[in-house]
């Protein structure tokens, strides 16, 4: 089992960005797919993004496409996410997620990935 930890989270102002980056431990990350979802308070946790490691690919949810990016490092073991022009609405906890799935089709729900992360918190001030 691949163990999961999100960094780079913190209180940034609208317009701003922020780079968060998930570590693996115990397990190369540079397999399957890595997930990216968020969960603002009150609400449920959502579909950010992913990359797909074979055939390298990345997808997005459309509240964040054009503005987030993902990326992968295998030597540093790490998937990261970096946020620009961030919005009061993208505050949440964003959580890291894998699965060895490594299919064309893209992986959106929190039941696709079977290892996570504990959360690293983001908060944009207006």
């Known amino acids: 089992q691949v163990q999961l930890v999100e960094s780079g989270g913190g209180l940034v102002q609208a317009g701003g960005s922020l780079e968060l980056s998930c570590s693996a431990s115990?397990?190369?990350?540079?397999?399957?797919?890595v997930g990216w979802f968020r969960q603002a308070p009150g609400k449920e946790r959502e579909f950010v993004g992913a990359?797909?490691?074979?055939?390298?690919?990345?997808y997005y949810a459309d509240s964040v496409k054009g503005r987030f990016t993902i990326s992968g490092d295998s030597a540093k073991n790490t998937v990261n996410l970096k946020m620009n022009s961030l919005k009061p609405e993208d505050t949440a906890i964003y959580y890291c997620?894998?699965?060895?799935?490594?299919?064309?089709?893209?992986?959106?729900?929190?039941?696709?990935?079977?290892?996570w992360g504990l959360g690293t918190h983001v908060t944009v001030s207006s």
């Open positions: 115990g397990r190369t990350i540079s397999t399957g797919t």
């Open positions: 997620a894998k699965t060895p799935r490594n299919i064309y089709a893209q992986l959106h729900e929190e039941s696709d990935y079977d290892s």
């Open positions: 990359i797909r490691w074979f055939r390298t690919a990345t």
